[in-house]
């Protein structure tokens, strides 16, 4: 029984236990990334490429990957298949790295067992925060640290802030975004201890 080292504050601590079921769920070492395609086939959910969406006009299929690309980031349709499968739609325009987190977040509200009302929309402010509609402010908030604490465990990320490493290393093992790895720093409170081996903002 390995025990695992959790980060301050008793919310954190719960989301951190919710995020290891998820990983030993998974089956995925203690410091290995979790590949959330994966782990969506055990959370029911069917990934559909874009391209496979019917109906859609040239110009709505351009402006949603054109100039609205930014504002939204996935989708997860409310209502299952009749096999029980819940369909997700993700943004083909945001790379792997930001897709692994939205997907994730997806994940971890089937698996929270959260109630959506509609259709399921991640977008993101001007801030580029995530934000989102139709789950409760506190199940959204829940989803994304719980997933993200999934994709970057505190006990490894730990090790890597004492060993030296940057965030964009960190990333780069975890297979998501800088901005992630930053976000559990900060939640985490290894921030202060990060920035102080890291002053000064690496170029990535
Ligand atoms: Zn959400």
Not at 71 to 84: E, I, K, V
Not at 95 to 124: C, D, K, W, Y
Not at 129 to 148: L, N, Q
Request: charged share 30%; glycine share 6%; with cysteine.
């Amino acid at each position: 029984m390995t025990d695992y080292e959790l980060p301050p504050g008793a919310k954190w601590r719960e989301f951190e236990l919710r995020a290891l079921g998820f990983r030993s769920f998974a089956r995925v070492r203690a410091d290995a990334p979790l590949d959330p395609f994966r782990l969506a086939k055990f959370a029911n959910l069917l990934v559909l490429d874009f391209d496979q969406i019917k109906g859609l006009s040239v110009k709505t299929r351009e402006h949603l990957l054109g100039s609205a690309s930014e504002a939204w980031s996935g989708g997860a349709c409310s209502r299952p298949l009749p096999d029980g499968r819940k369909i997700v739609i993700l943004n083909p325009q945001h790379g792997r790295l930001r897709t692994n987190a939205t997907l994730m977040e997806e994940i971890s509200h089937v698996f929270l067992g959260h109630q959506p009302n509609r259709l399921h929309i991640v977008a993101e402010d001007e801030r580029g925060r995530a934000i989102s509609r139709d789950y409760r402010k506190a199940d959204e908030e829940a989803a994304y640290g719980i997933g993200a604490a999934a994709l970057v465990p505190y006990s490894s990320l730990r090790r890597s802030v004492l060993k030296g490493q940057t965030a964009f290393q960190i990333a780069r093992h975890f297979r998501v975004s800088r901005e992630l790895v930053e976000y559990r720093l900060k939640v985490t409170r290894l921030w202060r201890t990060y920035r102080a081996a890291h002053p000064v903002r690496e170029k990535d």
